[in-house]
């Protein structure tokens, strides 16, 4: 499996009580009730194993990196180096070179946007999009097309949530300089044919850039396998700390771009005549980074390979059918965005009860779920609904927190009865 898929595969081999063992916020009570944790697409929580390394890193190891050759510096050094070779495997990137580190998925998009789009994106040209992204991967776009005079596209989805690749191929035109989508929506679940998507956009001579924040959680990616130019990730979503993100870029790419940031790190030598920036990928790592959270995010892939990515994603798949079985018992209730191809997300509404009562009832049983226009307000718009509950599962969700939920959102209904 080198690209996202939900079809049938093998079965889970997760012992999923170990697993939830590893997560010691599972343990706590939210409102006097046994917690509920629904909104991985959020964010999600972290294993005692990345919270013990980040502690580790704070309580002996605390140093700047590239900067020192003493001990400490040089041993942070090494961690924070060897967290990129893990990225670059988890990725299964060709080069190290390829694996920049960032605040998030949103500043990995606005650094290709700000650097690769200022160069290569001017008037007449286009930008392709899809009306399902994130608001990340929509604004850095509007905001280049509005500078440069360039146009913004955008790829319709049907009533299931499902992109239109007829729609697509034909927008493809030689004015077309780039294509940026989604791996998985945030919002529906989707996942999109993207190595399909992308050899449509190299043939009409397009670069492509991939927002994975929703899909490196949800299964295997191989950005080779892929051929994407750009994929953007965030640490947060994937069992790793907040704060820190990675963009993979090819390597011919990258070293075409200008920096987009400057300052210390990204340079090899400053006077005030001239500035010669880094080698890759330092050209594109101004400051002092986000150490801990980098150290932290190569722990969190360990912990996920570990378990077998794969595994993961046959668990996460059944929970999404059962899952979505039970909320279709409800009487009332709609899910919105019921795609062939889906990752374990499902946003829903329900008949008379705005999304967001239905939110904070459910958290008074202690089940969290998010509500909202989760940052896809064109989404939203596009189904006629102002909102929707969403429920989102991870890898150390269970059956019996589906079932929760249902009795959860059966209580709602009493109280709007």
Request: charged content about 20%; hydrophobic content about 40%; overall charge negative.
């Amino acid at each position: 499996m080198s690209v996202l898929t939900q079809t049938a595969g093998p079965a889970s081999t997760l012992d999923i009580e170990t697993v939830r063992r590893d997560f010691p916020i599972l343990r706590r009570e939210v409102r006097g009730k046994r917690l509920v944790y629904l909104d991985n697409a959020a964010t999600t929580q972290k294993p005692q194993a990345v919270i013990d390394r980040i502690v580790k890193y704070y309580a002996e190891e605390n140093s700047n990196v590239h900067r020192g050759v003493h001990y400490l510096s040089e041993v942070a050094t090494e961690a924070y180096e060897g967290a990129r070779k893990i990225v670059k495997d988890f990725l299964n990137a060709r080069d190290v070179k390829e694996i920049v580190f960032t605040r998030g998925t949103t500043e990995s998009i606005n650094l290709v946007a700000q650097s690769w789009g200022r160069r290569n994106i001017g008037a007449g040209d286009e930008v392709i999009i899809s009306a399902i992204e994130h608001h990340s991967n929509i604004v850095p776009w509007q905001m280049i097309c509005d500078e440069k005079g360039a146009r913004l596209r955008i790829i319709p989805v049907n009533d299931q949530g499902e992109l239109s690749l007829d729609e697509y191929e034909k927008m493809l035109g030689n004015r077309v300089k780039l294509v940026a989508i989604g791996h998985i929506s945030n919002a529906l679940g989707t996942v999109n044919p993207i190595r399909k998507m992308t050899e449509l956009a190299h043939a009409a001579g397009a670069v492509v850039l991939i927002d994975g924040a929703q899909g490196v959680p949800h299964g295997v990616v191989d950005v080779r396998d892929i051929d994407c130019d750009f994929y953007a990730f965030s640490g947060h979503k994937v069992y790793a700390p907040t704060g820190v993100g990675v963009l993979y870029g090819k390597q011919a790419l990258l070293q075409a771009m200008p920096p987009w940031q400057g300052g210390g790190d990204m340079i090899l030598s400053v006077s005030f005549e001239k500035t010669t920036y880094n080698s890759l990928p330092y050209k594109f790592e101004a400051g002092t980074p986000n150490i801990e959270g980098v150290i932290g995010l190569g722990e969190a892939l360990r912990y996920i390979s570990g378990l077998g990515v794969a595994n993961v994603a046959a668990w996460e798949h059944d929970l999404l059918l059962y899952a979505t079985a039970r909320l279709q018992e409800i009487e009332g209730l709609t899910i919105i965005g019921t795609a062939a191809d889906k990752a374990s997300v499902i946003s829903f509404v329900l008949e008379g009860v705005h999304p967001h009562d239905i939110g904070t009832i459910l958290d008074q049983e202690g089940i969290a779920v998010r509500t909202g226009h989760h940052c896809a307000q064109p989404l939203m718009m596009r189904f006629n609904v102002p909102a929707t509950g969403r429920a989102s599962f991870g890898l150390y969700n269970t059956r019996e927190e589906a079932d929760l939920l249902v009795e959860g959102l059966h209580k709602v209904i009493e109280v709007f009865r």
